[in-house]
């Protein structure tokens, strides 16, 4: 007699009315493929824990974003926020699509040069840059974003040692009727800083200003306030225009559109209720065209979109170590990757899938990371068929901020696979090994041999 | 450990308690569990009998059932949950 398949058994009360109040179905419907690979193949052969990054979903992604604004403004160009993940092989795919590098210190600065991107398609952003890689950005003609009044004054000198006029813009910040509003970065609009700022650039005239700048937060859910964001810029530009003539060159409205994923707490699942970028192509463009440019004086349009770019692409697949039941009786799931490689479980409530075909059984869970941490916590509560020992599961949108912030703790961080537009899967970044952490450390003589 | 007797269950793995008023649902393998446990039957028995049904071995199905049947303590399902309660 041919066995049946098992699952393990479970039982659940019905909450008369909450049932399948949520429709959520779909969260635990299996997903046994990413882009026509399976992931018990995937993690055969790469090893478990295991990121995975769709080129297919960058590219479409991307195309996507592209569309909603060059529908609606002639001039757009994108830069890739190396920050959000800065892993060579996922930026390249950005810049083979046509975005330039946004970078936010000397180590992403190294990156996009490495990488091939030409210094005047480099924007370098954040208060903390070091003089050498100013004198850099100022020799690679790059795009650079002043924060603060000290940089203005330094690059100010290294512009006369350096007998070159720089390519700067500021960093303005301001209130868009979000909360929290972020002023530590940049100048004021409001009180006056910024166009202070920018007066002290034209009247001293050792640079070249040539954009206006700003980020106005992270994982941004109202288009409105990019609205009054892009107003308070063009602005700016229109005043410059009038007091100096000059044209302003660029417009960067920053990044921070909201990626489909849901923040913690959150009562709506993000994929329904994060905005479109048709949604903040519209509020941005409306601003700028209705500023009042002169038609052919019109800035570029430049965006610095991470996470909405990036997270749909990428999944991290892992393995089900054991189960638990807690002492209230609800169930607990270990799972091979804790907060450790899912750095943003601190912010979303991930979506999980199994990657197994189950029945339609399911129940209330905890997933643990592997970590001996009490914060080690990827979900709180979620509904799942029941897993078991070995079982695999898919992590969906974590392509944004994990492959930068992931933490090396306890263990070696996972290998990294891209699955290319014929649905081929390549290495991008291999497991770590020993070596990767230990290369760099120095044990004094004295210290190097002990007795037990 | 025992089931309460009264418990009624339906094929589709509806589960519903009388005593309480409560409902509950399970899956296949949890139905012929409780099925079993309701005819009776030894935790032995249970065992041999799911083992040689479906793709899985005794000492891994052993820790599910043990775990199974402590949720069915908790859900006050069990005799011995009810004697507790007074
Ligand atoms: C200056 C700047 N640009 C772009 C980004 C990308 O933001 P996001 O991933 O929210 O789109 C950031 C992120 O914090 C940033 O600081």
Redesign the interface.
């Known amino acids: 007699m041919k066995?049946?398949?098992?699952?393990?058994?479970?039982?659940?009360?019905?909450n008369?009315g909450v049932m399948n109040k949520f429709g959520k179905r779909t969260e635990y419907a299996p997903v046994t493929h990413i882009d026509g690979n399976s992931v018990k193949e995937l993690l055969q052969k790469y090893g478990s824990p295991l990121f995975v990054i769709s080129e297919k979903t960058i590219r479409q992604t991307l195309r996507d974003a592209n569309r909603a604004f060059k529908t609606r403004y002639p001039k757009v160009q994108f830069a890739w926020s190396y920050k959000t993940n800065y892993v060579n092989a996922v930026c390249n795919v950005f810049h083979q699509e046509g975005s330039w590098a946004e970078v936010v210190s000397g180590f992403e600065y190294s990156k996009a040069l490495h990488n091939g991107v030409p210094g005047n398609k480099i924007i370098f952003n954040g208060p903390d840059k070091a003089e050498a890689e100013l004198k850099l950005a100022i020799e690679n003609n790059s795009l650079i974003h002043i924060d603060h009044l000290d940089e203005l004054y330094l690059i100010k000198e290294l512009a006369i040692n350096a007998k070159k006029r720089p390519k700067v813009a500021i960093r303005v910040n301001m209130d868009t009727g979000v909360y929290p509003m972020w002023d530590r970065f940049g100048f004021n609009y409001e009180n006056g800083q910024a166009w202070d700022a920018i007066n002290k650039i034209m009247l001293n005239d050792t640079m070249d200003l040539v954009g206006l700048h700003s980020h106005i937060g992270t994982f941004m859910l109202a288009p409105s306030a990019y609205g009054v964001a892009a107003s308070k810029l063009s602005e700016l530009a229109l005043s410059i225009k009038k007091k100096y003539k000059k044209n302003i060159e660029y417009i960067d409205m920053g990044g921070g559109f909201a990626s489909r994923n849901t923040l913690k707490g959150s009562y709506l699942q993000g994929a329904d209720s994060s905005p479109s970028f048709d949604q903040f192509a519209e509020a941005i463009t409306t601003a700028i065209l209705n500023a009042g440019f002169v038609e052919n004086e019109l800035p570029l349009l430049i965006l610095e979109t991470g996470r909405a770019l990036i997270d749909d692409a990428g999944s991290l697949l892992g393995t089900v170590i054991s189960?638990k039941?807690l002492a209230d009786?609800r169930r607990a799931t270990i799972m091979d990757f804790g907060v450790n490689v899912l750095f943003t479980s601190f912010w979303y409530d991930h979506k999980v899938s199994p990657a197994q075909e189950f029945?339609q059984?399911t129940e209330d869970a905890v997933l643990y990371g592997p970590l001996c941490m009490n914060i080690d916590v990827i979900r709180e509560n979620i509904t799942l068929p029941?897993l078991?020992?070995d079982d695999n599961v898919v992590v969906h949108m974590v392509g944004a901020y994990n492959m930068t912030q992931w933490m090396q703790f306890i263990s070696l961080r996972p290998a990294i696979v891209m699955i290319d537009m014929d649905e081929k899967a390549h290495i991008i970044r291999n497991r770590e090994t020993l070596n990767s952490i230990q290369g760099d450390e120095v044990v004094p003589k004295y210290l190097k041999e002990f007795k037990l | 450990m025992k089931i309460k007797r009264n418990i009624a269950l339906s094929d589709s793995g509806f589960v519903f308690d009388p005593s309480s008023g409560d409902s509950f649902s399970t899956n296949p393998i949890g139905l012929e569990i409780i099925k079993m446990l309701k005819e009776g039957k030894a935790t032995q028995e249970i065992k041999a009998s799911i083992v040689k049904e479906y793709m899985i071995d005794e000492v891994s199905f052993e820790k599910d059932l043990y775990d199974f049947v402590e949720m069915l303590g908790k859900l006050k399902l069990t005799e011995d949950a009810e004697k507790k309660k007074d």
């Open positions: 066995r049946m398949q098992y699952e393990r058994p479970v039982i659940q009360r019905l008369v189960n039941r009786g029945s059984y029941p078991k020992r």
